[in-house]
C-alpha cells in the first residue's frame, strides 16, 4: 500500500498535536487541551509571545489543578450554573475571532466541539460557585479594612494623574483586598490537592 507524504504529515500532526502532558487521576490532559485553554482565552497568563513554552508549562500545571479541583467539586455535586451565563461567555470567546469561520476553525484545530467548550465554561462556573462557597466573597472585609488598605495603596486607585476619593473606588479596592486575601489560602488549598492527588506528568 502506498501512503502519500500529505497523509504521514498529517498524521504526525495529529500525533503531536495530541501528546498526552498529564494523567491526573484518570483523566488526560493533552497538547490540545493546552492549546485550546491558551487559544481561546480560557486561561489568564500575563506571559509574551517569546515565552510560549513557559507559558504552555504554566498553563499545564493550572489544568492538572483545575482538574483535581473539579474532583472535588464533583464530590460535593455543585449545581449547572444558568444555560443564560454559559450562552454570555460563549458569545466573548467567539467575538475574540475575526468571524464565525475562525472561531470554528480554531474549534477544529485544537479537537472540541462547541458542546465541548460549553462543558468547559459550565465547569468552570461550577469551580467558581464552589471556592466562593468555601472561602467566602469579597463582602467579608470591614469598612475598616477597606480604608486602611486604601491609604496603603491610594496611588493605585487614582485616574488619569488624578486624586480620587475612596468612596469613588470603594468596589475596586473592596475587590484587590479581597483577592490578595483568598489568594494564598486557594493556593494552600490547590497545593494540598497536588500534594494528595494521583498526578503523573510527562512534560519534564
Known amino acids: 500500500m502506498v501512503v502519500c507524504a500529505a497523509s504521514l504529515e498529517a498524521g504526525a500532526l495529529a500525533q503531536q498535536l495530541d501528546r498526552i502532558l498529564a494523567v491526573v487521576a484518570g483523566h488526560i490532559i493533552l497538547t490540545s487541551d ?11 497568563d500575563d506571559a509574551t509571545a517569546n515565552e510560549a513554552s513557559g507559558r504552555d508549562r504554566r498553563t499545564l500545571t493550572r489544568l492538572i489543578e483545575r482538574r483535581l479541583a473539579l474532583d472535588e467539586v464533583d464530590r460535593y ?9 454559559i450562552d454570555r461567555e460563549l458569545i466573548a ?16 484545530a485544537v479537537g472540541i466541539t ?10 468552570n462556573a461550577r469551580l ?24 496603603a495603596n491610594r496611588h493605585e486607585f487614582t485616574g488619569e494623574g488624578r486624586d480620587v476619593e475612596f468612596e469613588a473606588v470603594r468596589e475596586q479596592v473592596q475587590l484587590r483586598l479581597w483577592a490578595e486575601m483568598r489568594t494564598p489560602v486557594v493556593e494552600e488549598w490547590i497545593a494540598g490537592l497536588v500534594r494528595r492527588g494521583q498526578v503523573t506528568r510527562f512534560d519534564q
Not at 94 to 107: G, K, Q, S, V, Y
Not at 128 to 139: C, K, T
Open 93 to 108: 470567546i467567539r467575538d475574540r475571532f475575526t468571524d464565525e469561520n475562525a472561531f470554528i476553525d480554531l474549534l477544529a
Open 128 to 151: 467558581e460557585v464552589y471556592l466562593f462557597e468555601r472561602f467566602g466573597s469579597a463582602d467579608r472585609s470591614s469598612e475598616s479594612d477597606l480604608r486602611a488598605y486604601f491609604a
Open 34 to 44: 493546552v492549546r485550546a485553554f491558551v487559544e481561546l482565552g480560557l486561561i489568564e
Open 77 to 85: 455535586r455543585v449545581a449547572s450554573p444558568q444555560s443564560q451565563r
Open 114 to 123: 462547541l458542546p465541548d467548550l460549553r462543558q468547559i465554561l459550565r465547569d
